[in-house]
């Protein structure tokens, strides 16, 4: 059964960096479009990052254009997100997800395609 399992977050100072990490159990990363998402309290949930191997390029909201980069581990079926220069606006929970298709990672972000499979979700907190 296909299972996300994310790790990483934490309490980091403003300008500070995280890196989170999500294991893809029983998933070939190549043939989905996987992606980050984040929901900070009183907002939408917002799609951060997104990638599918055959458009070749991520694509990020503009908000963590760069700062964030999403990366991936076919072996290890596992997908990174490395967040940098940290800002209070970062802190939500976020949230690796799978479209278990191909299509425009945009499209999956953008949440015009929904994604399929979620992982619990892990708390970052941007604070002085």
């Known amino acids: 059964q296909l299972q996300l399992v994310e790790s990483g977050g934490g309490l980091v100072q403003p300008g500070g960096s995280l890196r989170l990490s999500c294991v893809a159990s029983?998933?070939?990363?190549?043939?989905?479009?996987v992606g980050w998402f984040r929901q900070a309290p009183g907002k939408e949930r917002e799609g951060v990052a997104c990638?599918?191997?055959?458009?070749?390029?991520?694509y990020y909201t503009d908000s963590v254009k760069a700062r964030f980069t999403m990366s991936r581990d076919i072996a290890k079926k596992s997908m990174y997100l490395q967040l940098d220069n940290l800002n209070v606006e970062d802190t939500a929970v976020y949230y690796c997800?799978?479209?278990?298709?191909?299509?425009?990672?945009?499209?999956?972000?953008?949440?015009?395609?929904?994604?399929?499979?979620w992982g619990q979700g892990t708390q970052v907190t941007v604070s002085s």
């Open positions: 997800a799978v479209y278990t298709a191909v299509t425009l990672p945009q499209a999956v972000c953008q949440q015009i395609v929904s994604p399929n499979i």
């Open positions: 029983d998933l070939n990363l190549d043939s989905a479009t």
């Open positions: 990638f599918q191997t055959s458009y070749g390029n991520t």
